[in-house]
């Protein structure tokens, strides 16, 4: 299971992220909230989760595509 994005700034959730997913493979760390959709397009190429992801890019907010990424992951 994953971290929720609830009560959590972007920076500090995917740190968090980082961590719950790092046997999966590694992720970069995200530098600034601005590049969210990008820091979270990496997710999709661990091919070790192996599970369809949400595209980042189709969510205009970061906390909606967190939370679908969560249910994906569930």
Known sequence: MI???SGM???DWSSQIQTDLDSYGSIGRADTFAAWQ???AQLMNITTLS???PDPYAFSEWRDWAERLCGALS
């Open 51 to 53: 599970r369809a992801l």
């Open 38 to 40: 990008d820091w979270a």
């Open 3 to 5: 971290t929720r994005p």
């Open 9 to 11: 700034s972007f920076l």
